[in-house]
């Protein structure tokens, strides 16, 4: 399995990035994704995840402003995310939710104030 995240980068406090992760090797269709996030000296994080039925959870500091997503089809899943703060600064990774997949490289996000 192979998980290719993109899309992060610097933006502004306040502002909106979308993040993609493109997964190989696998047909996720079935399996309960998610998003997690490491910020620097900080431990990796869960922040949200999708079952394959399309219901979501998050954590308290992301609710209201980061919203996941899928497609089945493209075998992707997506976080976006709005309202950025400071704080949302880390390297975002996608797996399956709490699997033993390999982790890929993840993509930098870094939220200026």
């Known amino acids: 399995v192979q998980l290719q995240a993109s899309g992060g980068g610097l933006a502004q406090d306040g502002g909106s990035l979308t993040l993609s992760c493109k997964a190989s090797?696998?047909?996720?269709?079935?399996?309960?994704m998610a998003w997690y996030r490491q910020a620097p000296g900080k431990q990796r994080e869960l922040v949200a995840d999708?079952?394959?039925?399309?219901?979501?959870n998050y954590t308290d500091p992301v609710k209201g402003r980061f919203t996941i997503s899928r497609s089945n089809a493209k075998n992707t899943v997506f976080l976006q995310m709005n309202s950025l703060k400071p704080e949302d600064t880390a390297r975002y990774y996608c797996?399956?939710?709490?699997?033993?997949?390999?982790w890929g490289q993840g993509t930098l996000v870094t939220v200026s104030s």
């Open positions: 797996n399956g939710y709490f699997s033993d997949w390999a």
């Open positions: 090797g696998i047909r996720i269709v079935f399996n309960r």
């Open positions: 999708i079952t394959s039925g399309g219901f979501t």
